[in-house]
């Protein structure tokens, strides 16, 4: 394991890196439209999932698919986000995700979810996540042909 408190090295920088190309890549089919907004929010993502900022993709994995769906899916500032989510995202585990970026962003003082050492612990299982989450707005992002 890299020492966390450093920038990764070059090599596992340009890795993750290549990893979301692969996935825009294999994900793209032409005919898609992002707004602005979220593919600002993404372009931040994809610096922190480079970086091994794991929690950080998670929490904002939701925002992004949130903004992406209200523009180009919903165009509906109002909907819930539980309710734009299942109704209008069309990939798996969506509310695995949610669930998740809900556990670490809202804290339970009955059932606090960080221990001590939680972050040194956890970052294998968080980059798991973390790449599972990477991956899932890649398909909000190329999921619609709006804008064409």
Request: with cysteine; hydrophobic share 40%.
């Amino acid at each position: 394991m890299e020492n966390l408190f450093e920038c990764p090295k070059q090599e596992v920088w340009l890795q993750r890196d290549m990893f979301i190309d692969n996935e825009i890549e294999s994900a793209d089919r032409g005919g898609h439209y992002a707004s602005d907004h979220s593919i600002a929010l993404f372009m931040d993502l994809r610096i922190a999932y480079c970086a091994g900022a794991w929690l950080s993709v998670i929490i904002m994995s939701i925002s992004i698919i949130d903004s992406h769906l209200r523009e180009t899916e919903a165009d509906d500032n109002k909907i819930g986000t539980a309710k734009l989510l299942s109704d209008y995202y069309t990939g798996e585990d969506i509310d695995w995700l949610r669930k998740l970026r809900n556990k670490y962003v809202h804290h339970n003082l009955d059932k606090p979810i960080f221990e001590m050492n939680a972050w040194f612990n956890n970052q294998d299982q968080w980059e798991q996540d973390a790449t599972k989450a990477v991956k899932m707005i890649i398909v909000a992002l190329f999921q619609n042909g709006a804008g064409t």
